[in-house]
């Protein structure tokens, strides 16, 4: 059975490890990048604690001695249904069993000003890019000619008060307290605003409402303005306007404030529901296909206790993923149809962290909640398990404790890139401009 994956993240990666080495499956797992993201600890490389390879996994590296599972370095650009085939930039691929698992991007509903010069970050490259920017924003306060100028390099607008926009806020909050002063000591951070706007009533929508009060006080303790009711208008690279009328002049935006599916050409756009996600049923397969699945993020399922569909969470990826593995060897055996299981979320529980030694956690049954210094390890020892690779692992737990002890987060780099024309009608493109 040749199954073809596209998307190495949570759900395919899950699903290719499962059917690793397994007789009678020849897969092919196909990613954009040469390697897994963890997409959790994104914030953690945008405010300069982690270094992006720490929380990068080389995909061909997790195969090394796999016998059946094989590599493709290529973006998926749609599906041919009837000739059971993708098409990618590197030509066409056939498939007996096609897998989606191509994960969400950032949702800007469509507003073009925010595409043009907010921050969002939903790849490594973009918490590098977010990386860059914080601190050369500090960088060009110090040779800054006008106090207005400056305090627009020093404001900070985060959009979205999920838990991506609550721990990057609580993360540049400690960058404030702790970090930035003894970078550079000729800036009055004491001027410098961090802003996090929600449009609904609370931080942490999803999680109980003792998390949602507790987050937004522990940002407020770490000196991050709440904003809550609040939507951010228009954003013109200088000006934020607010829903409330109020603007505020900002150099930086981040926008975490929505994610869209990542749906290949090709799919039925009747299957096709809110958030870009595409419609399956409870064996993960796309609704009218035989041999079409779609997984995590992207996937759309509806259930007795999920009739809006499963949260976009890394462990609902995961948990589809071992199931449709499962799933797909009885196939493979050729079992009795009836023999296939339906995916049922067993929900473990939420969490966020705000910053040192505070973060919130949720777990269902039993109905519990922790915050500050117990949660934060249970965030961090669930996060440290999670990691792909031992190596990593251990980088991430020695960053950790670095910082812990020396309030310090060690990788304040700007890695510029430096434009070099290699032709002479490049180099005039270049000069010109
Ligand atoms: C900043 C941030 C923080 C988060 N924090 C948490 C958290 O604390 N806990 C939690 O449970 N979840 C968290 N999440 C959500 C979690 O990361 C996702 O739910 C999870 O990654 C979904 O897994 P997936 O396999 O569906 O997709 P992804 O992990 O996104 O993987 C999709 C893969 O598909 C590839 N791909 C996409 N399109 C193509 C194409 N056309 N061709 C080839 N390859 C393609 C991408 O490169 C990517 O590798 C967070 C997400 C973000 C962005």
């Known amino acids: 059975m040749k199954v073809v994956i596209i998307g190495a ?14 007789a009678g499956f020849d897969v092919l797992l196909i990613d954009k990048f040469n390697f897994h993201q963890f997409q959790p600890l994104f914030y953690q490389v945008a405010t300069s604690s982690l270094d992006a390879s720490n929380i990068s996994f080389p995909l061909r590296k997790a195969f090394h001695d796999s016998k059946n599972v094989r590599i493709r ?22 498939y007996d069993i096609l897998v989606i698992a191509s994960g969400a991007d950032t949702n800007f509903f469509g507003n073009k000003k925010l595409i043009e010069y907010a921050f969002p970050m939903k790849s490594t490259v973009e918490a590098i890019q977010l990386r860059h920017r914080l601190i050369e924003n500090f960088e060009n306060v110090v040779g ?42 000729e800036i009055d951070f004491s001027t410098m605003k ?6 609904t009533g609370a931080t942490l929508g999803p999680m109980s409402k003792k998390s949602q009060e507790q987050s937004q006080k522990y940002l407020e303790k770490l ?35 929505g994610i869209m599916g990542n749906v290949p050409d090709g799919i039925d756009p009747s299957l096709i529901v809110r958030g870009n996600r595409i419609k399956v049923d409870r064996f993960s397969k796309v609704i009218g ?18 009739p809006k569909g499963h949260p976009q969470v890394a462990n609902v990826a995961i948990s589809q993923a071992k199931n449709l593995a499962n799933n797909l060897r009885r196939i493979e055996m050729r079992s009795n149809a009836a023999t296939l299981e339906e995916f049922e979320y067993q929900d473990k529980g ?8 505070l973060a919130v956690v949720d777990i269902p049954k039993p109905r519990l909640h922790f915050g500050g210094f117990f949660a934060w390890l249970i965030w961090m020892f669930l996060h440290l398990i999670l990691i792909l690779g031992v190596k990593n692992k251990l980088i991430v737990f020695i960053n950790w404790i670095y910082s812990y002890m020396t309030y310090d987060q060690s990788l304040r780099l700007i890695f510029k890139v430096f434009y070099r024309p290699r032709t002479p009608q490049e180099e005039t493109r270049y000069i010109k401009t």
């Open 194 to 199: 961090i802003y996090l706007l929600e449009g």
């Open 73 to 94: 370095l290529t973006k998926v650009l749609g599906i041919v249904q009837d000739e059971h085939k993708i098409t990618t930039e590197l030509g066409d691929i056939e």
């Open 144 to 185: 800054c000619a006008t106090e207005e100028e400056k305090q627009k390099l020093m404001t900070i607008v985060i959009v979205g008060g999920g838990p991506t926009g609550v721990e990057l806020g609580g993360a540049i909050a400690e960058m404030k307290r702790y970090t930035l002063p003894h970078d550079y000591p």
């Open 289 to 306: 296909q035989d041999n079409i699945y779609a997984l995590g993020d992207v996937a759309y399922m509806e259930t007795p206790r999920y």
């Open 350 to 357: 939420s969490m966020a962290t705000v910053g040192r030694n």
């Open 9 to 22: 993240g949570f759900a395919g990666m899950k699903l290719a490890r499962s059917l690793n080495n397994k």
């Open 223 to 257: 000196g991050v303005t709440v904003r809550l009711n609040t939507i951010l208008k228009d954003y013109d690279g200088s000006v934020a306007t607010l829903s409330t009328g109020e603007t505020i002049e900002t150099s930086t935006v981040i926008w975490a404030a």
